[in-house]
Protein backbone atom coordinates (compact mmCIF):
# COMPACT_ATOMS: atom_id res chain seq x y z
CA UNK A 1 0.00 0.00 0.00
CA UNK A 2 1.23 3.72 -0.91
CA UNK A 3 1.10 4.73 2.90
CA UNK A 4 2.70 8.33 2.83
CA UNK A 5 -0.38 9.91 0.68
CA UNK A 6 -3.63 10.82 2.57
CA UNK A 7 -5.40 9.74 -0.59
CA UNK A 8 -6.73 13.58 -1.11
CA UNK A 9 -4.38 14.84 -3.16
CA UNK A 10 -4.18 15.84 -7.02
CA UNK A 11 -2.49 12.11 -7.58
CA UNK A 12 -5.07 10.03 -5.66
CA UNK A 13 -7.95 12.00 -7.61
CA UNK A 14 -7.05 11.43 -10.76
CA UNK A 15 -6.56 7.79 -10.24
CA UNK A 16 -10.25 7.31 -8.81
CA UNK A 17 -11.73 9.16 -11.54
CA UNK A 18 -9.58 6.94 -14.58
CA UNK A 19 -11.15 4.41 -12.68
CA UNK A 20 -14.62 6.05 -12.89
CA UNK A 21 -14.41 6.28 -16.40
CA UNK A 22 -12.92 3.19 -17.10
CA UNK A 23 -15.86 1.39 -15.53
CA UNK A 24 -18.65 3.54 -17.15
CA UNK A 25 -17.42 3.18 -20.63
CA UNK A 26 -16.21 -0.64 -19.80
CA UNK A 27 -19.18 -2.37 -21.61
CA UNK A 28 -19.56 -0.25 -24.28
CA UNK A 29 -16.08 0.01 -25.92
CA UNK A 30 -15.36 -2.36 -28.52
CA UNK A 31 -12.85 -2.45 -31.01
CA UNK A 32 -13.91 -4.18 -34.27
CA UNK A 33 -10.84 -3.54 -36.20
CA UNK A 34 -8.46 -4.92 -33.76
CA UNK A 35 -7.62 -8.71 -32.75
CA UNK A 36 -10.93 -10.50 -32.79
CA UNK A 37 -12.98 -7.21 -31.48
CA UNK A 38 -16.00 -9.33 -29.10
CA UNK A 39 -13.47 -11.00 -27.41
CA UNK A 40 -10.46 -9.22 -26.98
CA UNK A 41 -11.52 -5.68 -26.21
CA UNK A 42 -12.08 -6.11 -22.54
CA UNK A 43 -8.39 -7.39 -22.35
CA UNK A 44 -7.04 -4.29 -24.24
CA UNK A 45 -9.09 -2.04 -22.14
CA UNK A 46 -7.95 -3.41 -19.06
CA UNK A 47 -3.92 -3.15 -20.17
CA UNK A 48 -4.69 -0.22 -21.59
CA UNK A 49 -5.81 1.05 -18.56
CA UNK A 50 -2.79 -0.82 -16.47
CA UNK A 51 -0.46 0.67 -18.26
CA UNK A 52 -1.43 4.56 -17.40
CA UNK A 53 -2.15 3.54 -13.86
CA UNK A 54 1.38 1.95 -14.24
CA UNK A 55 3.15 5.39 -16.01
CA UNK A 56 1.15 7.63 -13.03
CA UNK A 57 2.70 4.95 -10.49
CA UNK A 58 6.12 5.32 -11.68
CA UNK A 59 6.25 9.18 -11.18
CA UNK A 60 4.33 8.83 -8.00
CA UNK A 61 6.70 6.62 -6.32
CA UNK A 62 9.94 8.94 -6.83
CA UNK A 63 8.60 11.63 -4.64
CA UNK A 64 9.79 11.33 -1.28
CA UNK A 65 8.87 8.90 1.38
CA UNK A 66 6.54 7.15 -0.38
CA UNK A 67 6.66 3.01 -0.60
CA UNK A 68 4.55 -0.12 -0.99
CA UNK A 69 3.37 -2.54 1.65
CA UNK A 70 2.37 -5.98 0.23
CA UNK A 71 -1.58 -6.81 1.35
CA UNK A 72 -1.42 -9.46 3.77
CA UNK A 73 -4.56 -11.78 3.22
CA UNK A 74 -5.00 -15.96 2.75
CA UNK A 75 -6.84 -14.58 -0.69
CA UNK A 76 -3.83 -12.59 -2.11
CA UNK A 77 -1.58 -15.46 -1.12
CA UNK A 78 -3.80 -18.01 -2.77
CA UNK A 79 -3.34 -15.78 -6.09
CA UNK A 80 -0.30 -15.63 -5.88
CA UNK A 81 0.46 -19.08 -5.43
CA UNK A 82 -2.02 -19.54 -8.65
CA UNK A 83 0.09 -17.73 -10.56
CA UNK A 84 3.30 -18.79 -9.71
CA UNK A 85 1.98 -22.06 -10.73
CA UNK A 86 0.34 -20.52 -14.23
CA UNK A 87 4.26 -19.62 -14.83
CA UNK A 88 5.66 -22.54 -13.93
CA UNK A 89 3.62 -24.14 -16.12
CA UNK A 90 3.76 -21.93 -19.12
CA UNK A 91 7.78 -22.47 -18.81
CA UNK A 92 7.69 -26.43 -19.05
CA UNK A 93 4.67 -26.40 -21.47
CA UNK A 94 3.92 -26.24 -24.87
CA UNK A 95 5.00 -23.03 -25.76
CA UNK A 96 5.73 -20.21 -23.30
CA UNK A 97 5.20 -16.76 -25.70
CA UNK A 98 1.95 -18.36 -25.94
CA UNK A 99 1.29 -18.78 -22.58
CA UNK A 100 2.20 -15.17 -21.64
CA UNK A 101 0.98 -13.46 -24.57
CA UNK A 102 -2.01 -15.53 -24.79
CA UNK A 103 -3.51 -15.97 -28.84
CA UNK A 104 -5.56 -13.35 -30.73
CA UNK A 105 -8.73 -14.37 -29.85
CA UNK A 106 -8.55 -14.44 -25.88
CA UNK A 107 -5.68 -12.23 -24.76
CA UNK A 108 -5.93 -14.34 -21.77
CA UNK A 109 -2.07 -15.02 -20.70
CA UNK A 110 0.26 -14.35 -18.11
CA UNK A 111 0.76 -10.97 -18.89
CA UNK A 112 -3.27 -10.18 -19.31
CA UNK A 113 -3.60 -11.40 -15.63
CA UNK A 114 -0.32 -9.39 -14.52
CA UNK A 115 -1.97 -5.90 -15.85
CA UNK A 116 -5.27 -7.45 -14.40
CA UNK A 117 -2.99 -8.00 -10.95
CA UNK A 118 -1.80 -4.54 -10.98
CA UNK A 119 -5.36 -2.80 -11.42
CA UNK A 120 -6.80 -4.84 -8.85
CA UNK A 121 -3.97 -3.96 -6.21
CA UNK A 122 -4.02 -0.38 -7.37
CA UNK A 123 -7.99 -0.01 -6.79
CA UNK A 124 -7.81 -1.95 -3.59
CA UNK A 125 -5.13 0.67 -2.47
CA UNK A 126 -8.02 3.32 -3.40
CA UNK A 127 -10.99 2.24 -1.54
CA UNK A 128 -9.07 0.27 1.02
CA UNK A 129 -10.75 1.85 4.65
CA UNK A 130 -12.45 4.36 2.78
CA UNK A 131 -16.20 3.23 2.59
CA UNK A 132 -17.21 6.41 0.44
CA UNK A 133 -15.08 5.82 -2.43
CA UNK A 134 -16.08 1.87 -2.27
CA UNK A 135 -19.85 2.94 -2.75
CA UNK A 136 -18.98 4.98 -5.57
CA UNK A 137 -16.96 2.50 -7.29
CA UNK A 138 -19.46 -0.11 -6.86
CA UNK A 139 -22.69 2.65 -7.94
CA UNK A 140 -20.94 3.22 -11.28
CA UNK A 141 -20.77 -0.27 -11.78
CA UNK A 142 -24.12 -0.66 -11.17
CA UNK A 143 -25.29 2.53 -12.91
CA UNK A 144 -23.11 1.74 -16.27
CA UNK A 145 -24.45 -2.00 -16.51
CA UNK A 146 -27.80 -1.11 -15.42
CA UNK A 147 -27.57 1.12 -18.71
CA UNK A 148 -25.96 -1.19 -20.90
CA UNK A 149 -28.22 -3.50 -20.39
CA UNK A 150 -31.31 -1.93 -20.47
CA UNK A 151 -29.91 -0.98 -24.08
CA UNK A 152 -28.95 -4.78 -24.57
CA UNK A 153 -32.60 -5.15 -23.81
CA UNK A 154 -34.23 -2.51 -26.26
CA UNK A 155 -31.63 -4.31 -29.30
CA UNK A 156 -32.57 -6.52 -31.88
CA UNK A 157 -31.36 -9.61 -29.41
CA UNK A 158 -34.03 -8.14 -26.96
CA UNK A 159 -37.21 -6.61 -27.84
CA UNK A 160 -35.93 -5.29 -30.98
CA UNK A 161 -37.30 -1.52 -30.20
CA UNK A 162 -34.28 0.41 -30.88
CA UNK A 163 -30.65 0.12 -32.43
CA UNK A 164 -31.89 -2.42 -35.20
CA UNK A 165 -28.95 -1.09 -37.31
CA UNK A 166 -26.30 -2.01 -34.81
CA UNK A 167 -25.39 -5.58 -36.03
CA UNK A 168 -23.03 -7.07 -32.78
CA UNK A 169 -23.18 -9.92 -30.38
CA UNK A 170 -24.38 -8.84 -27.01
CA UNK A 171 -24.97 -5.36 -28.41
CA UNK A 172 -21.55 -3.46 -28.17
CA UNK A 173 -19.95 -6.30 -25.55
CA UNK A 174 -19.50 -8.82 -28.29
CA UNK A 175 -19.47 -12.02 -26.66
CA UNK A 176 -22.29 -13.15 -25.10
CA UNK A 177 -20.42 -14.86 -22.48
CA UNK A 178 -18.29 -12.24 -21.69
CA UNK A 179 -21.43 -9.77 -21.25
CA UNK A 180 -22.90 -12.57 -19.32
CA UNK A 181 -20.62 -12.50 -16.55
CA UNK A 182 -19.98 -8.90 -16.37
CA UNK A 183 -23.69 -8.79 -15.95
CA UNK A 184 -23.83 -11.82 -12.94
CA UNK A 185 -21.05 -9.94 -11.47
CA UNK A 186 -22.85 -5.97 -11.19
CA UNK A 187 -26.14 -7.99 -10.36
CA UNK A 188 -24.46 -9.32 -7.10
CA UNK A 189 -23.11 -5.72 -6.27
CA UNK A 190 -26.25 -4.43 -6.41
CA UNK A 191 -27.90 -6.36 -4.30
CA UNK A 192 -24.75 -6.27 -2.11
CA UNK A 193 -25.15 -2.57 -2.43
CA UNK A 194 -29.22 -2.31 -1.44
CA UNK A 195 -28.91 -4.68 1.27
CA UNK A 196 -25.53 -2.75 3.08
CA UNK A 197 -27.61 0.15 2.66
CA UNK A 198 -28.81 1.90 5.81
CA UNK A 199 -31.42 4.36 3.83
CA UNK A 200 -32.92 2.23 1.05
CA UNK A 201 -34.23 4.28 -1.95
CA UNK A 202 -36.73 3.15 -4.71
CA UNK A 203 -34.54 3.02 -7.80
CA UNK A 204 -31.83 0.57 -5.50
CA UNK A 205 -34.94 -1.94 -5.82
CA UNK A 206 -35.36 -0.81 -9.70
CA UNK A 207 -31.28 -1.46 -10.78
CA UNK A 208 -30.99 -5.07 -10.24
CA UNK A 209 -34.05 -5.99 -12.15
CA UNK A 210 -32.64 -3.60 -14.91
CA UNK A 211 -29.87 -5.31 -14.37
CA UNK A 212 -30.95 -8.56 -14.60
CA UNK A 213 -33.58 -8.28 -17.63
CA UNK A 214 -30.53 -9.04 -19.78
CA UNK A 215 -31.19 -10.90 -22.74
CA UNK A 216 -28.33 -12.62 -21.91
CA UNK A 217 -29.60 -14.30 -18.57
CA UNK A 218 -33.21 -14.12 -19.62
CA UNK A 219 -34.92 -15.61 -23.01
CA UNK A 220 -36.06 -12.02 -24.34
CA UNK A 221 -38.97 -13.99 -26.29
CA UNK A 222 -40.80 -14.18 -22.88
CA UNK A 223 -41.91 -10.83 -23.01
CA UNK A 224 -43.64 -11.56 -26.07
CA UNK A 225 -45.34 -14.73 -24.58
CA UNK A 226 -43.50 -17.03 -26.60
CA UNK A 227 -42.64 -19.68 -23.46
CA UNK A 228 -41.45 -22.74 -25.80
CA UNK A 229 -37.78 -21.89 -25.36
CA UNK A 230 -37.83 -21.92 -21.51
CA UNK A 231 -36.74 -18.70 -19.83
CA UNK A 232 -33.11 -19.13 -20.19
CA UNK A 233 -30.91 -16.40 -21.94
CA UNK A 234 -28.24 -16.47 -24.85
CA UNK A 235 -25.54 -17.57 -22.14
CA UNK A 236 -27.47 -20.53 -20.17
CA UNK A 237 -24.75 -21.50 -17.68
CA UNK A 238 -24.72 -17.71 -16.86
CA UNK A 239 -28.38 -18.20 -16.34
CA UNK A 240 -28.56 -21.12 -14.22
CA UNK A 241 -25.52 -19.04 -11.80
CA UNK A 242 -28.17 -16.58 -11.14
CA UNK A 243 -30.90 -18.88 -10.38
CA UNK A 244 -28.56 -20.60 -7.79
CA UNK A 245 -26.86 -17.79 -6.62
CA UNK A 246 -30.53 -15.93 -5.82
CA UNK A 247 -31.12 -19.52 -4.17
CA UNK A 248 -28.19 -19.48 -1.88
CA UNK A 249 -29.01 -15.45 -1.28
CA UNK A 250 -32.07 -16.60 -0.09
CA UNK A 251 -30.75 -19.81 2.24
CA UNK A 252 -28.42 -16.87 3.89
CA UNK A 253 -31.55 -14.52 4.29
CA UNK A 254 -33.37 -17.33 6.00
CA UNK A 255 -30.28 -18.01 8.12
CA UNK A 256 -29.95 -14.53 9.33
CA UNK A 257 -33.63 -14.67 10.57
CA UNK A 258 -32.78 -17.46 13.76
CA UNK A 259 -32.19 -15.56 16.18
CA UNK A 260 -30.66 -18.35 18.54
CA UNK A 261 -26.58 -17.83 18.00
CA UNK A 262 -25.75 -21.99 18.81
CA UNK A 263 -28.32 -22.79 16.47
CA UNK A 264 -27.33 -20.69 13.57
CA UNK A 265 -23.73 -21.10 13.67
CA UNK A 266 -24.64 -25.07 13.39
CA UNK A 267 -27.01 -24.33 10.51
CA UNK A 268 -24.07 -22.09 8.87
CA UNK A 269 -21.44 -24.71 9.45
CA UNK A 270 -23.84 -27.53 8.48
CA UNK A 271 -24.25 -25.26 5.08
CA UNK A 272 -20.76 -24.30 4.04
CA UNK A 273 -20.21 -28.30 5.01
CA UNK A 274 -22.67 -29.84 2.82
CA UNK A 275 -22.01 -26.66 -0.49
CA UNK A 276 -18.27 -28.54 -0.24
CA UNK A 277 -19.31 -31.82 -0.77
CA UNK A 278 -22.11 -30.78 -3.30
CA UNK A 279 -19.70 -28.89 -5.04
CA UNK A 280 -17.28 -31.79 -5.01
CA UNK A 281 -19.61 -34.00 -6.63
CA UNK A 282 -20.85 -31.67 -8.76
CA UNK A 283 -17.86 -31.44 -10.49
CA UNK A 284 -17.17 -35.49 -10.52
CA UNK A 285 -20.53 -35.46 -12.14
CA UNK A 286 -19.14 -32.90 -14.90
CA UNK A 287 -15.97 -34.45 -15.56
CA UNK A 288 -17.01 -38.20 -15.44
CA UNK A 289 -18.33 -39.76 -18.22
CA UNK A 290 -21.32 -40.77 -17.23
CA UNK A 291 -22.23 -38.17 -15.22
CA UNK A 292 -25.81 -36.91 -14.76
CA UNK A 293 -24.28 -33.14 -14.52
CA UNK A 294 -21.72 -33.85 -17.61
CA UNK A 295 -25.26 -35.64 -19.89
CA UNK A 296 -27.40 -32.87 -18.37
CA UNK A 297 -25.14 -29.90 -20.08
CA UNK A 298 -24.40 -31.77 -23.29
CA UNK A 299 -27.98 -32.00 -24.04
CA UNK A 300 -27.92 -28.44 -24.07
CA UNK A 301 -24.24 -27.80 -25.59
CA UNK A 302 -23.09 -28.56 -29.34
CA UNK A 303 -22.67 -31.98 -30.19
CA UNK A 304 -19.07 -31.46 -30.61
CA UNK A 305 -17.88 -31.12 -26.79
CA UNK A 306 -17.94 -34.66 -25.77
CA UNK A 307 -15.24 -35.29 -28.15
CA UNK A 308 -13.47 -31.81 -27.35
CA UNK A 309 -13.52 -33.09 -23.62
CA UNK A 310 -12.47 -36.88 -24.84
CA UNK A 311 -9.46 -35.11 -26.86
CA UNK A 312 -8.83 -32.89 -23.65
CA UNK A 313 -8.68 -35.60 -21.26
CA UNK A 314 -6.23 -37.63 -23.16
CA UNK A 315 -4.21 -34.58 -23.20
CA UNK A 316 -4.13 -34.37 -19.39
CA UNK A 317 -3.13 -37.63 -18.70
CA UNK A 318 -0.25 -36.64 -20.57
CA UNK A 319 0.80 -33.84 -18.69
CA UNK A 320 -0.91 -34.42 -15.16
CA UNK A 321 0.64 -32.04 -12.94
CA UNK A 322 1.99 -28.86 -14.63
CA UNK A 323 0.09 -29.17 -17.45
CA UNK A 324 0.67 -28.11 -21.38
CA UNK A 325 0.44 -24.21 -20.48
CA UNK A 326 -2.25 -21.43 -19.81
CA UNK A 327 -3.51 -20.45 -23.17
CA UNK A 328 -2.16 -23.68 -25.50
CA UNK A 329 -5.40 -25.20 -25.60
CA UNK A 330 -5.26 -24.65 -29.86
CA UNK A 331 -1.88 -26.72 -29.85
CA UNK A 332 -3.10 -29.31 -27.73
CA UNK A 333 -6.25 -29.48 -29.85
CA UNK A 334 -4.24 -30.14 -32.99
CA UNK A 335 -1.80 -32.78 -31.00
CA UNK A 336 -5.37 -34.90 -29.85
CA UNK A 337 -7.28 -33.82 -33.58
CA UNK A 338 -10.10 -36.19 -33.69
CA UNK A 339 -11.85 -35.81 -37.54
CA UNK A 340 -14.89 -36.76 -36.45
CA UNK A 341 -15.60 -33.72 -35.09
CA UNK A 342 -16.28 -32.66 -39.08
CA UNK A 343 -19.04 -34.82 -39.30
CA UNK A 344 -22.64 -33.19 -39.33
CA UNK A 345 -23.78 -35.74 -36.34
CA UNK A 346 -21.18 -34.07 -34.24
CA UNK A 347 -21.57 -29.88 -34.98
CA UNK A 348 -18.97 -30.23 -38.02
CA UNK A 349 -17.24 -27.55 -35.81
CA UNK A 350 -13.65 -27.76 -37.61
CA UNK A 351 -11.79 -25.55 -34.90
CA UNK A 352 -11.97 -24.33 -30.93
CA UNK A 353 -9.87 -21.98 -28.97
CA UNK A 354 -11.18 -23.60 -25.92
CA UNK A 355 -12.59 -26.56 -24.09
CA UNK A 356 -15.89 -24.38 -22.76
CA UNK A 357 -15.61 -26.16 -20.01
CA UNK A 358 -14.04 -24.12 -16.69
CA UNK A 359 -12.24 -27.27 -14.84
CA UNK A 360 -10.55 -29.02 -18.23
CA UNK A 361 -9.39 -25.69 -19.22
CA UNK A 362 -7.70 -24.87 -16.17
CA UNK A 363 -6.51 -28.69 -16.43
Same mark, same amino acid.
Given at each position: ?39 ? @?? %???? &??? +??? *?????? !???? $? /? ?111 ? @?? %???? &??? +??? *?????? !???? $? /? ?113 ? %? ?18 ? $? ?28
Amino acid at each position: MLIADKKESFFWKFVEYTFYLFIILFPFVKFNTFLFGGSS @TR %AVSL &ILL +AII *LGIVFG !FYLF $K /KDNSLLIPRSPIFVSILLYFIFLTISGSVGMNFQTSFWSVATRTTGIWYLINLGFVIYVLWVLVRNNRIRQNKIILAVIFSSALFSFMYFLSPEGVNLMFQDYKAEAFTFGNT @TF %AAMY &IFG +AFL *LSLYYL !FQSE $K /KKWWMYVLPIVIVINPSIINSKIWFGDFSNGFLGQARASSYVVLFSLAFLFIIWLVSKIRDKKVRSVTVYSIFGLSIVAIIISAFSLLSHNGYLRKVYLNQATAVRPLVWEMSEK %AIAERSYLGWGTDNFERVFE $KNYDNRILQDEYGNEAWLDRAHNVFIDQL
